[in-house]
């Protein structure tokens, strides 16, 4: 049995993979986000844990103008700048849509919002012009940030603490 066991392994890990992570953009995905929410916000941790959800402003401007495809591409480069703002020990999700999720281990509120001015400064920094030819657009985003187990003490309280916070942020300009 065990060796059937290790036989199904390789096909087990890549089940959960698939389960788990965005097909289009890589990161992983809300069901990560709430099934591993006790190794991503451990109460054993003497540092606390920012939790910051991203939202491109101008995403739905660009997915209109120039198609699905575009904004797919779009998704993907988000992904790929946000996960090279983030440690070793950080998580990006895909949350839904076009909303992104960063959890920041062992930081403090000062390190969540360097690590949020660093994300909307790489934003800004990206090249879409093979997206949005011949429009020059540059990226903007609305964070909000809320610290565990500061703010909040469960996955759902902590979400919608850092969701409310980015679209005040949003509709603040």
Same mark, same amino acid.
């Given at each position: 049995?065990?060796?059937?066991?290790?036989?199904?392994?390789?096909?087990? #890990?890549?089940?959960?993979?698939?389960?788990?992570?965005?097909? %289009?953009?890589?990161?992983?995905?809300?069901?990560?986000?709430?099934? *591993?929410?006790?190794?991503?916000?451990?109460? /054993?941790?003497?540092?606390?844990?920012?939790?910051?959800?991203?939202?491109? &402003?101008?995403?739905?401007?660009?997915?209109?103008?120039?198609?699905?495809?575009?904004?797919?591409?779009? #998704?993907?480069?988000?992904?790929?700048?946000?996960?090279? *703002? %983030?440690?070793?020990? &950080?998580?990006?999700? !895909?949350? !839904?849509? /076009?909303?992104?999720?960063?959890?920041?281990?062992?930081? &403090?509120?000062?390190?969540?919002?360097?690590?949020?001015?660093?994300?909307?400064?790489?934003?800004?920094?990206? /090249?879409?012009?093979?997206?949005?030819?011949? /429009?020059?657009?540059?990226?903007?985003?609305?964070?909000?940030?809320?610290?565990?187990?500061?703010? *909040?003490?469960?996955? *759902?309280?902590?979400?919608?603490?850092?969701?409310?916070?980015?679209?005040?942020?949003?509709?603040?300009?």
């Amino acid at each position: 049995v065990q060796e059937s066991l290790a036989e199904k392994e390789p096909w087990v #890990l890549d089940l959960k993979k698939q389960l788990l992570c965005d097909k %289009l953009t890589g990161l992983y995905n809300q069901v990560f986000f709430k099934e *591993e929410y006790d190794m991503l916000f451990s109460r /054993d941790r003497a540092a606390e844990t920012a939790l910051l959800m991203i939202k491109p &402003d101008n995403f739905k401007e660009i997915n209109d103008r120039y198609g699905h495809k575009a904004g797919d591409q779009l #998704l993907r480069m988000i992904a790929i700048f946000l996960q090279s *703002e %983030l440690g070793q020990n &950080d998580f990006g999700v !895909r949350f !839904r849509g /076009d909303e992104f999720a960063a959890v920041i281990n062992d930081t &403090d509120r000062d390190g969540a919002i360097a690590h949020a001015e660093a994300i909307i400064r790489s934003y800004r920094a990206m /090249d879409i012009a093979e997206i949005t030819a011949p /429009d020059p657009i540059v990226i903007t985003a609305s964070i909000g940030i809320a610290m565990f187990p500061r703010h *909040e003490k469960n996955s *759902e309280t902590l979400v919608d603490a850092a969701l409310r916070k980015m679209y005040r942020r949003r509709t603040s300009g």
